[in-house]
């Protein structure tokens, strides 16, 4: 079992910055890839970003290209989303997943083993 827990999220307004951070706990957290996620009312869940187990590959949906950064220390047992220049319409609530490494990258939600519980984050026009 790994225990995911996000934090971070917030209220920011278009174009503002937030860090979300996804904290593990259990099994060695440096044998999962990671993947972020988002989900809107009313809409699927969607891969965001992922990170390799090591931290040397990552993966970012074309939306955010440019915008948003993965980065992960597995020393702190913990992956970081700097999420920057914000958009409305990136109102979500935002999910970390593990899922075994030769799965890294993946944008398939199912693929991913665990997740946490969410952080909010609401951007104002």
């Known amino acids: 079992q790994v225990q995911l827990v996000e934090s971070g999220g917030g209220l920011v307004q278009a174009g503002g910055s937030l860090r979300l951070s996804c904290a593990a706990s259990?099994?060695?957290?440096?044998?999962?890839?990671i993947g972020w996620f988002r989900q809107a009312p009313g809409k699927e869940r969607e891969f965001v970003a992922g990170i390799s187990r090591n931290g040397g590959r990552t993966y970012y949906t074309d939306s955010v290209q440019g915008r948003f950064t993965i980065s992960r220390d597995n020393a702190k047992n913990t992956v970081y989303l700097q999420v920057n220049s914000l958009k409305p319409e990136e109102t979500a609530v935002y999910y970390c997943?593990?899922?075994?490494?030769?799965?890294?990258?993946?944008?398939?939600?199912?693929?991913?083993?665990?997740w946490g519980q969410g952080t909010q984050v609401t951007v104002s026009s």
């Open positions: 259990g099994r060695t957290f440096s044998n999962y890839a």
């Open positions: 997943a593990a899922a075994p490494a030769y799965y890294s990258g993946s944008i398939y939600y199912t693929v991913y083993d665990y």
